[in-house]
């Protein structure tokens, strides 16, 4: 039997992460993979596709030059299925391909097939031609992700109700589309297919949406979102979706509301995708959604050599974070120094328009009973937000009275999930109001809102060199 220094298994952004750093070490390290090709729920069924479907829909829609020349602006008069497809093929066999390469260059072996636990440091693997393996490792690693939630009761049929696996195959657009679920999956995908000129409801049984991010963003977002006339029903629960003989679905919420679209998208949460580990062979057990108790700073499991990472121990799921957690579990696992990386990371929501969002809202500021002043800037104020044709665009800053310092910075707007990085490196790095202040920006560009939002900041905050 073949034994390896670390076993990994999944190929997403926490397994393929880990595994490289391993073996970049000079380890020797398996990945155990069950999809057809490597690269997890990231590349073929989340963050990628659905990113590149948002690319694609606002290129073709002609959606970001819809400011100067109006909403019935279209690049594409007719935009089928095909034509959002077209692109994510190309684009999902660039991502794989790359993924490859760097296995293949750091000597990290694959295999694919599905892996099972016979006792705590040995692992089956069941391969599609019937074959079966087993390997043994000194240290294994969980990155075996999660898959989409599929409740009982809702009638899936993989073409008009559908959940967000299933979304990327679709063959025709539908008319109207209601999406069940208003977590940061399911805004995506329903702002997409609004800039798609689709109707769109979403249908959510908690009173808000995305109750992480700050208020005043939140509030923006769904002016927004209401003014080009996507439908929110929050705090009704949709409590059954039927086919109509007409070909249509039927959502029925618990006032006995009935929304009627052509399409329903589920996208109601996400389980770890643990069940076919034989967990109890390895000493271990998942929580009722199918997820893993690690410690948070080593990533170690109950059972000392067996880490998981990524999004089956839960909170915060996403690639970005869980590519982190995957290199420290790694290095944790071979014996090597793990830094913990910065309390503060960015959130990136793709929707239309995005959000991102790093460090502590407004409300997380008051609640902890910290003074602090707040700097805004709308982009609509900026040069660079005339050129684009930007009416719309807002970056907030919250500030510390008494240190001065950056506490969050909160972006809803064009181009906010890259510029949240100034932010968040000033952040990080215990900077002042006083950065965006005395710095020069590059003009004309929307990174100019940073200068904006500090000084009306520090208009308020008061200059500390006059201050007796
Ligand atoms: C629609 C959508 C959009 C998203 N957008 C973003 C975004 O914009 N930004 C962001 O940062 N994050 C985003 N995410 C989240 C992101 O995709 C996840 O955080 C990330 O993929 C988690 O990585 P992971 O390594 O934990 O595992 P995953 O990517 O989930 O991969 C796990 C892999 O393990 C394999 N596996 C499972 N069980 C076994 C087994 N028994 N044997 C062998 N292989 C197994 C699976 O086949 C899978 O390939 C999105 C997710 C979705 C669903």
């Known amino acids: 039997m073949q034994e390896y220094d670390l076993i990994v298994v999944g190929s997403g952004p926490a397994g393929r992460r880990g595994a490289i750093q391993a073996a970049k070490l000079g380890r020797s390290v398996l990945v155990i993979e069950q999809g057809k090709r490597v690269g997890g729920v990231s590349v073929h069924t989340g963050t990628i ?4 479907l948002r690319e694609t829909a606002l290129n073709l829609s002609g959606w970001r030059e819809r400011g100067f020349y109006g909403r019935a602006y279209r690049v594409k008069q007719e935009i089928s299925a095909d034509d959002l497809r077209r692109r994510l093929l190309i684009t999902l066999d660039h991502e794989v391909e790359v993924l490859e390469h760097q296995f293949a260059r750091n000597r ?71 999406v069940i679920g208003a977590g940061v999956i399911g805004i995506e995908y329903a702002t997409i297919f609004s800039a798609l000129d689709l109707q769109v409801t979403v ?42 003989d007409n070909g249509k679905c039927c959502i029925t919420l618990d006032n006995g509301r009935r929304v009627v679209s052509d399409m329903v998208l589920y996208a ?31 990533f170690q499991t109950d059972v000392p050599h067996i880490y998981a990472a990524g999004d089956v121990v839960g909170f915060p799921s996403l690639a970005s974070t869980s590519m982190e957690q995957g290199r420290i ?116 560009t929307l990174a100019e809102a940073y200068k904006i939002a500090g000084l009306d900041a520090w208009n308020r905050m008061g200059d500390p060199f006059q201050m007796g």
């Open 329 to 444: 579990a790694a290095r944790v696992a071979i014996g090597a120094i793990a830094k913990e990386p910065p309390k503060y990371f960015p959130y990136g929501i793709y929707a239309v328009p995005e959000i991102s969002t790093c460090g502590l809202t407004e409300e997380e500021v008051k609640e902890r009973g910290i003074p602090y002043e707040c700097g805004i800037a709308r982009f609509r104020e900026t040069s660079r937000g005339h050129i684009m044709g930007l009416d719309a665009g807002l970056l907030k800053m919250i500030f510390s009275l008494k240190t001065r310092r950056l506490l969050g910075v909160h972006i809803v707007g064009e181009g906010a999930t890259e510029l949240v990085h100034i932010g968040q490196a000033v952040l990080n790095l215990k900077g002042t109001v006083e950065y965006f202040v005395e710095n020069t920006f590059n003009y004309p």
């Open 108 to 178: 990290v072996q694959h295999i694919r097939g599905k892996a099972s636990f016979v006792t705590p440091d040995t692992l089956e693997i069941h391969k599609d031609d019937g074959e079966t393996l087993h390997v043994t490792g000194k240290s294994i690693m969980l990155a075996v992700g999660t898959k989409p939630y599929r409740p009982e009761n809702i009638p899936f049929d993989g073409v008009s109700v559908l959940d967000s696996d299933e979304l990327l195959d679709i063959r025709d657009l539908p008319r109207s589309i209601a």
């Open 203 to 244: 249908i959510d049984p908690k009173p808000a949406i995305l109750d992480f991010i700050d208020r005043e963003i939140v509030e923006d977002f769904i002016y927004q979102l209401r003014d080009r006339s996507m439908k929110l029903i929050l705090g009704q629960l949709a409590e059954s979706v039927e086919k109509l």
């Open 49 to 52: 596709p659905s990113k590149t």
């Open 268 to 298: 109601a949460g996400r389980v770890g995708a643990t069940d076919s580990l034989n967990l109890p062979a390895a000493g271990l057990t998942a929580d009722s959604r199918g997820r893993l108790n690690v410690d948070p700073e080593t």
